[in-house]
């Protein structure tokens, strides 16, 4: 049996919380967790280079080529016709999502816990939480990151993100794709000898006509590597789009 007790300073009739103090009255301390001890939780954590020596960066397939490139109904098509580069939030230091984020030529930081799994980009400065207590997303859970949930299962890290916000760049910025608050992105990490590999799936039924998806790994990085600082400068952003001329007077 444990006892737990709560303490609670009151300062100037405001409750302040300063601690919880806790008395376990068993033999030992009982291990958090909200993972099955059926599967095998695979050593995921550690800083990631996704940069060049990773992955091709420009080329046939950065990630979509003609085996893989989304299938866009007439609505995604429009959006595409009229879509010029001025156009991307990006200029506005607007961040990347996924699909995009995962691909980008930066560091990327995981960090396992018990309940949760912490990914921190290089890129854009982002960080998501992937739930592994069970939680669900609420009404007020959407942004530009989404809610992600998972779970482990047969050595590798399962990923489900929902609750997006519409986003005129949100499968990507290159192609002119946007995606919808119906957007679903999973994503499946393992181990493949000392690299880090994830395949990322889309569905978004407001833009796409099925599914599609790649694969993308990240290498070791450097011993004593720091993520650092993306710092957007919404001003030095913004300039940039001067070098580019619309093609609507």
Not at 124 to 144: A, C, H, K, M, N
Not at 215 to 240: H, V
């Amino acid at each position: 049996m444990q006892t737990i007790i709560k303490a609670t300073v009151f300062i100037k009739g405001n409750a302040v919380a300063a601690g919880m103090l806790t008395l376990l009255m068993a033999t030992g301390i009982p291990q958090l967790s909200a993972q099955s001890a059926d599967n095998e939780v695979p050593d995921l954590a550690g800083i990631w280079d996704g940069g060049f020596g990773a992955r091709p960066v420009n080329g046939e397939h950065v990630p979509w080529g003609e085996e893989n490139f989304p299938v866009l109904n007439e609505r995604a098509l429009a959006y595409q016709q009229v879509w010029e580069e001025i156009m991307a939030p990006k200029y506005d230091c607007q961040p990347a999502s996924s699909p995009a984020i995962q691909y980008d030529p930066y560091h990327m930081e995981l960090v396992q816990w018990p309940d949760r799994v912490m990914l921190r980009y290089e890129k854009d400065d982002q960080l998501r939480i992937v739930w592994l207590d069970g939680r669900e997303p609420s009404s007020v859970d959407f942004s530009i990151q989404g809610f992600s949930v998972g779970h482990y299962e047969d050595g590798a890290l399962l990923v489900e993100t929902t609750h997006f916000v519409f986003d005129i760049a949100g499968f990507d910025d290159y192609n002119g794709i946007p995606s919808s608050s119906q957007k679903v992105v999973s994503e499946r990490y393992w181990m493949d000898g000392e690299d880090l590999r994830v395949t990322v799936t889309v569905a978004d039924p407001v833009f796409l006509r099925e599914p599609t998806s790649y694969t993308t790994r990240w290498t070791p990085a450097r011993e004593g590597y720091k993520l650092a600082a993306y710092d957007c400068d919404p001003e030095a952003a913004r300039a940039s789009v001067r070098f580019y001329v619309s093609k609507y007077k």
